[in-house]
């Protein structure tokens, strides 16, 4: 990607219309397995204390899952449950052969343990992507583990924009274990040249105006300004926040970007529909690898 003009209008990557997409292909693969006789893919939802948010965003995946075909099992603990009554629930789920998928919500009460209930999810079922099994996986390039789903929907975004990222600079505004540091390693697999930054990164608008690809994914209210992104690079805003104003806003100024970024996503309106969308397709990869679904004689799945 060469440098470009600025043009009088940045292209809006709609996460909308690309997560209805990669829902429909999932919806379409459960159809076609049932045909054969199959089951119905399941994932299995843990939610622990009543955090209004955490129960919105079960309440999206479980619904998002039974749109797609795929069989929703939730368990809805109280606030005070132990660490071990926790992980009793997960080995539960991890020898039911209906469960495909265990996604535990977090964050999780401070008293319960929250690496040890991650842990205790089966790599094969945990289509968070959280286990350390599958976070090595990833890191080491190999296949067969599952990769968090915010970072997949990102790169599944800049698929289906038709960007070629091999020998682009790609730089990473975040470290977190669940999008920075696994998004940075699907780039890297992709032949990017890849840079990690965060909050504390000095010149950091020198660097990222440097990038073919700007990955923001730090946490804070606006953060990436105009000064920020080169012109005709393409901007990938993972931030939700909650702006002076109440709004939801990203971690980059969306409005100041205009005419600079060849393409940017919204807030809300981009990512955040395909970090759902990407768990559908968690789901049904974990089903095909339980029950063989992929034989010589079986359609491929999306």
Do not use: W
Not at 97 to 126: C, F, R, S, Y
Not at 228 to 238: L, M
Not at 274 to 280: E, G, K, P, S
């Amino acid at each position: 990607m060469s440098e470009q003009t600025p043009s009088t209008t940045t292209r809006v990557i709609d996460g909308k219309l690309a997560a209805e997409r990669v829902r429909q292909e999932v919806a379409v693969a459960v159809a076609e397995r049932r045909t054969r006789g199959l089951r119905a893919p399941g994932l299995a939802t843990v939610l622990v204390g009543a955090d209004p948010a955490s129960a919105v965003y079960v309440r999206n995946k479980r619904k998002a899952a039974e749109g797609a075909g795929i069989i929703s099992v939730h368990h809805e603990l109280p606030a005070e449950t132990t660490t071990a009554e926790l992980l009793a629930c997960v080995a539960a789920l991890n020898v039911d052969d209906t469960v495909d998928g265990i996604l535990v919500q977090l964050p999780l009460p401070k008293h319960i343990d929250e690496h040890a209930v991650l842990v205790a999810i089966t790599p094969a079922k945990d289509v968070d992507g959280f286990h350390p099994d599958n976070v090595a996986r990833l890191a080491m390039g190999l296949k067969g583990g599952f990769v968090p789903c915010t970072p997949l929907g990102c790169l599944r975004l800049l698929d289906d924009e038709g960007v070629t990222l091999a020998g682009l600079h790609a730089v990473v505004v975040g470290r977190s274990n669940i999008v920075g540091k696994p998004m940075a390693s699907l780039l890297l697999q992709r032949d990017a040249t890849v840079t990690i930054a965060h909050s504390k990164t000095k010149n950091l608008a020198e660097l990222t105006r440097s990038a073919d690809i700007v990955v923001a994914a730090v946490g804070r209210v606006k953060m990436l300004g105009r000064e920020h992104i080169k012109p005709g690079a393409i901007v990938i805003d993972v931030g939700i926040n909650r702006g002076a104003d109440g709004k939801l806003c990203g971690d980059v100024d969306f409005d100041a970007i205009q005419g600079i970024a060849l393409a940017a996503t919204p807030v809300p309106g981009g990512v955040g529909p395909m970090t759902i969308a990407m768990l559908l397709q968690n789901t049904l990869t974990s089903f095909d690898r339980a029950t063989g679904s992929l034989t010589s004689t079986a359609k491929k799945a999306p």
